[in-house]
């Protein structure tokens, strides 16, 4: 005899479609490790950034100015499009020859990471995600290419997944200690990242 479903899994059912799911697909690399995260109240859909009751414009706005204040302090020069097609910032020198790179911004108020094939076609995009963007003294942010991103994915295994292979599109929520592991070499620091920065670009 079939058990009854109770009101919460009638409601998990009809959000979302199992009906191609596979028993134990992921055990073995969730035996490897895991993270959990709990989240309270309704995550926002369209934004997997903004859980809750957090303000995404908010988030926009402190990680900017996060972010603006580690390239000023590494030595470059910041500047804002007047339009918004996608490019949050140009980071630029002008020390004996002229040398810039457009950034796309990932703020966070929690440690994501996530990448999108359509900043492919972009050589020169440096990706920089920015987080912990409510919390002061532990806001972090790591600067990379696309292919630096790319092989990131690769090390940790996310490119295999359907997400990425299907949809070209991959998030993570928390990163954790592996992840965070891998993208130690790109944090944005102004000791480490002084040269690197435009060179990467």
């Not at 596979?22 to 369209?46: I, Q």
């Amino acid at each position: 005899m079939k058990t009854l479903m109770n009101k919460s899994e009638q409601k998990l059912r009809s959000r979302f479609d199992f009906s191609k799911a596979v028993r134990g697909r992921h055990s073995e690399r969730y035996a490897k490790g895991h993270t959990v995260t709990l989240l309270t109240g309704e995550p926002e859909m369209d934004d997997p950034l903004a859980p809750g009751e957090t303000d995404s414009q908010l988030v926009e706005i402190a990680g900017k100015h996060l972010l603006i204040s580690r390239l000023v302090a590494a030595g470059y020069e910041v500047a804002e499009p007047l339009r918004d097609r996608g490019i949050d910032l140009i980071v630029y020198r002008d020390e004996n020859q002229f040398s810039a790179a457009p950034v796309q911004m990932k703020a966070s108020t929690q440690e994501s990471f996530s990448l999108d094939r359509k900043y492919e076609k972009f050589p020169t995009l440096l990706i920089a995600y920015v987080w912990n963007v409510n919390v002061g003294d532990k806001g972090e942010v790591y600067l990379l290419t696309f292919d630096q991103a790319l092989r990131v994915m690769d090390a940790k295994g996310y490119s295999e997944t359907d997400s990425w292979t299907k949809n070209g599109y991959y998030f993570v929520r928390n990163a954790g200690k592996e992840l965070k592991e891998l993208l130690k070499p790109f944090r944005m620091q102004s000791k480490n990242r002084r040269e690197k920065i435009l060179a990467a670009g």
